[in-house]
């Protein structure tokens, strides 16, 4: 069974860089799972933020940057705003059997 | 702009069955596979099933394989999820979404149904 691991809760202060992870626990992550990450405000539906590792999807700011590094999958927000402030949740493609798994969630302050 | 709009959601006792719609516009539905992911009450995503474009092809997670079934109505762009011997761990939000094709992830979100077991 594939677990994704990502970093409960994180801060970051206006302005400031933060990088949220997206691991597995067993293995590492690389762009054949083809990790997305989705952005959510309480009662709202997810919205698509980075798609195949690092492209970012219509419409959302170039503050938002997906990468590898090392064994996981990272999401770097740079000059966060207030309005950051959400859950992040990353997501992996399972190719062995066709499945998607996500995290568990990053809850993200900006304080 | 691509809009989803989710139904069928209620309240349900242990045991029997419901049916979810997805009403799909302003895109060509016939043309994009959709996913449907839950959220249960204060936790976070998880990915319920998937379903080609043409409805040949589907795929569940473990949780609900055997119990939900996945269709697709193209003439009328409406996605069907039919979940049946349903259990209190399938109260949950869910949301359809667009297939992000060649590169798996879901694209545009519907704004959810929700289900509650009890």
């Known amino acids: 069974q594939t677990v994704v691991t990502q970093e409960p809760s994180l801060s970051v202060s206006p302005g400031g860089t933060v990088t949220l992870t997206c691991g597995l626990s067993s293995g590492s992550v690389s762009t054949r799972f083809y990790p997305s990450w989705y952005q959510q405000t309480p009662g709202q539906a997810p919205r698509t933020l980075i798609y195949?590792?690092?492209t970012r999807s219509s419409g959302v700011p170039d503050r938002f940057s997906g990468s590898i590094l090392g064994n996981k999958a990272a999401l770097t927000i740079t000059g966060a705003q207030p309005d950051d402030e959400s859950d992040y949740y990353c997501m992996l493609y399972v190719p062995s059997g066709f499945s998607w798994v996500f995290g568990g969630g990053t809850k993200l302050t900006v304080l | 702009q691509v809009q989803l709009v989710e139904s069928g959601g209620g309240v349900v006792q242990p045991g029997r069955s419901l049916r979810l719609s997805c009403a799909a516009s302003?895109?060509?539905?016939?043309?994009?596979?959709m996913h449907w992911v839950r959220q249960a009450p204060g936790k976070g995503l998880e990915w319920v099933a998937v379903?080609?474009?043409?409805?040949?092809?589907?795929y569940y997670a473990d949780s609900v394989k055997g119990r939900f079934t996945l269709s697709r109505d193209n003439s009328r762009n409406t996605l069907y999820l039919q979940m049946n011997s349903l259990r209190p761990e399938d109260t949950a939000v869910y949301y359809c979404?667009?297939?992000?094709?060649?590169?798996?992830?879901?694209?545009?979100w519907g704004t959810g149904t929700t289900v509650t077991v009890s």
């Open positions: 379903i080609s474009h043409d409805g040949s092809k589907k």
């Open positions: 302003r895109f060509t539905f016939s043309s994009s596979a």
């Open positions: 979404a667009t297939d992000g094709r060649y590169d798996y992830y879901m694209d545009v």
């Open positions: 195949s590792t690092n």
